[in-house]
């Protein structure tokens, strides 16, 4: 299961077909994931698998891949499932066996649970009830090289939001708070080549370990306010994931009430102050913006986001949701 382009470019399914044709595997390719897959592709992945006949699969790309990847594996190991299932969690499913290949270094996707999937009919991009892990998950840095500066960049920025939204949230335990810790750390090291985009060997190395690191965490904790605040910009104005999710980072952290924590994560991350990392960010992903109706909507529906809510550990009045808002995006009246 691949998108369009960067299982090829990067090498990793040619190196899977060799080791197929090497073990006389037979094997198929379904190349057709979009970004934010929806519903319909990966229902279509799953009767593509179903007809071939297939005992595994391997996912190779960036989010978009494994997500659906895990989807469409429900699919096929649970008889006459059909996509509504995939957000019934009392509806018992069992998955194919499932290898995950990241091209990316943001979602950490091939170590989490999770599969966030378009949903037309509600004009937003939602998590999945359902749970699959994928069994096995191949990390090599060299995948990543041939990727474009600002796709690293903006996958970067998101692995970032998720070491900060699992950092700074109630449900951190000391488990992954060391998986966060350290992953900041990692993080860290490669941060400044984010301003240029001329990265280094070891730069891949860090990013997709910090990656996968903060995918263990936040399959811990769950992600916060700056994914929920995330999706309209991503579905709405069709801004990248990393991007989408940067735009709010800092505000949340600057939101958060307990100094100690910031002062945590400020000395890993090497930034002297929220201010600074407002602006390192914004350096790198610009800023976006919306009519200012649009904008106070958003607000008003973060509010009653219930799930997203209760992974944020303070209280949030709609004075405070509408001030993240606005320091975050340029409102036009
Ligand atoms: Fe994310």
Known sequence: MTGKHSAVASGAQKDIFDVFDSLKIPYDVFSQVEENPSLDTVERGAYFGLEKGADFIIGIGGGSPLDA???ISLLMGTKESTGKDLYNKDIPMKGLPLIAIPTTCGTGSEVTPYAILSLHEQKTKKGMSQRLFPNLAFLDPGYLESAPPSLIQYTAIDALGHLLESYINPHASLYSKMCTEYGMGLWAKGKERLLTGHFIKEDYEHFLAASSIAGMAISHTGTSLPHAMSYYLTYQKGVPHGKAVGTFLASYVKACPYKE???????ILGFSSTGEMKDFLER??????IPEEEGLACAKALLSN??????CPFQV???MAVSMYKESLDFIR
Not at 261 to 267: D, Q
Not at 284 to 289: K, V
């Open 306 to 311: 219930r799930e997203k809510l209760a992974n």
């Open 317 to 319: 009045t709609e004075e």
């Open 261 to 267: 924590l910031i002062e945590k994560v400020e000395s």
């Open 284 to 289: 790198i992903i610009g800023r976006s913006s």
């Open 69 to 71: 990847s895990k989807a």
